[in-house]
Antibody, heavy 120, light 107 residues
Framework: QITLTESGPTVVKPTQTLTLTCTFSGFSLSYSGVGVGWIRQPPGKALEWLALIYWDDDKRYSPSLKTRLTITKDTSKNQVVLTVTNMDPVDTATYYC????????????WGPGTPVTVSS | DIQMTQSPSSLSASVGDRVTITCRAS??????LNWYQQKPGKAPKLLIYAASSLESGVPSRFSGSESGTDFTLTISSLQPEDFATYSCQQSYSSPYTFGQGTKVDIK
């Protein structure tokens, strides 16, 4: 049974760096073909694809946010970490992590999401 | 980036209605199109992948089809639990962009 859970601060100040952790079970990022991605959704708006990391440390980023995003994995802890630098109020959203497979690229298992508000 | 345009942005329907939602890609994505259902306050749920393959456990009233760069999600007979927002996603080329969503509510 695959599960994922996001964790991190619920409020950050403008210009600060956001660090979110996705902790998962039921699979390993040492398995060939496995990936974990991050997606966000501002209140009342559409889903936005952010980043994806694969078992072989291949990383993909949204070009519009690439300079601000870093995705890493800790295989021993079953965790994936997303950092977003220079946070702005427009980054206020619910952030989701999700399981994916190389070659498919859709997300078949999702975490419940974690809300992040950017406010001074 | 590949742009995904959904229509309509919202619709009102009754239980038992046949509902169709369309997603158009800005360029070819072959069959790399996925559909998700999202209810308020919940994470999206994968319904259909590769344009027409039903995810395990998803009711057969949901179906997907494609014609070139146009993709369709059909709910054959709308049920009370189907009132939600539906989003498409292309998985052909990174960044794997989503459509803006279609909200289905009760008429």
């Amino acid at each position: 049974q695959i599960t994922l859970t996001e964790s991190g601060p619920t409020v950050v100040k403008p210009t600060q760096t956001l660090t979110l952790t996705c902790t998962f079970s039921g699979f390993s990022l040492s398995y060939s073909g496995v990936g974990v991605g991050w997606i966000r959704q501002p209140p009342g708006k559409a889903l936005e694809w952010l980043a994806l990391i694969y078992w072989d440390d291949d990383k993909r980023y949204s070009p519009s946010l690439k300079t601000r995003l870093t995705i890493t994995k800790d295989t021993s802890k079953n965790q994936v970490v997303l950092t977003v630098t220079n946070m702005d109020p427009v980054d206020t959203a619910t952030y989701y992590c999700a399981h994916s497979r190389y070659g498919d690229y859709y997300f078949d298992f999702w975490g419940p999401g974690t809300p992040v508000t950017v406010s001074s | 980036d590949i742009q995904m345009t959904q229509s309509p942005s919202s619709l009102s329907a009754s239980v038992g209605d046949r509902v169709t939602i369309t997603c158009r890609a800005s360029q070819t994505i072959r069959s790399y199109l996925n559909w998700y259902q999202q209810k308020p306050g919940k994470a999206p749920k994968l319904l259909i992948y590769a344009a027409s393959s039903l995810e395990s456990g998803v009711p057969s009233r949901f179906s997907g089809s494609e014609s070139g760069t146009d993709f369709t999600l059909t709910i054959s007979s709308l049920q009370p639990e189907d009132f939600a927002t539906y989003s498409c996603q292309q998985s052909y080329s990174s960044p794997y962009t989503f459509g803006q969503g279609t909200k289905v509510d009760i008429k």
